[in-house]
């Protein structure tokens, strides 16, 4: 969880510095709605510049929901510009949902299940939206494709971090491991030996040697077994 406060922090850094500055983009192309827009810019600063301070200062629970609440509200405020401009989904605005999207698949380690229901909220809310401002088939249709692509996209790459990202927690975390034999057992109540268990979980390659002390307790078993076999070079020393 500390990974992603640190990683949400870092987005909140980025969506406070850039959403200013984007108005400058809004007195070129949007003249006519640029205070509307500024105000909403506005709000959304002031909402990621309390989530950066609120967020270190709640527990994991509260701080998850946190998270997922502050990508939708972002993604809204990007679709609210759509549809204040009129243009619904010709506007350029909405290529911002794509930044939020790869934020969340590649520096958020939400469950799965948490992925999909933001996911879910950020296209609903958008595609309401722009529902409501002059209608554009052609410009709904592509607006459904590239941003349903970059979704599927973006499920993809976040199943796989998730994935990455847990087998590298649990291997830094405690592994219930046999006192005698070594054994790791894993998630399925299975036992295995060590060097299986890190093989399948990294690209880590074993190769096997003895160590000095356990070199001299094999060199010594070898040596007690062949003294008590018939006609070891200690029994000839004896005669």
Known sequence: MQTNRQNFRLILWIGIIFFPVFFILDCFIYADHKW?????????VMFLSVMLVVVNRVRDKVAVGLINVSFVIAAFSISFMCYITGEGARSPYYAGLFL????????INMAPGHYLYVISFIL???????????????????????????????????????RILNEIKKLRGFLPICAKCKKIRDDKGYWNQIERYIQERSDAVFSHGLCPDCAQEYFNEIEAM???QPGSRKDHDKD
């Open 36 to 44: 509307a827009l500024f105000s909403i810019r506005a709000a959304i």
């Open 100 to 107: 939020i999207i790869i934020a969340i698949s590649a520096l």
């Open 124 to 162: 609903g809310q958008h595609f309401l939206l722009i529902s409501l401002a002059p209608f554009d088939l052609r410009g709904i249709l592509s607006n459904i494709f590239f941003l349903g692509s970059f979704c599927a996209i973006g499920i993809l790459l976040h199943s796989y971090n998730y």
């Open 226 to 228: 062949e003294s008590q």
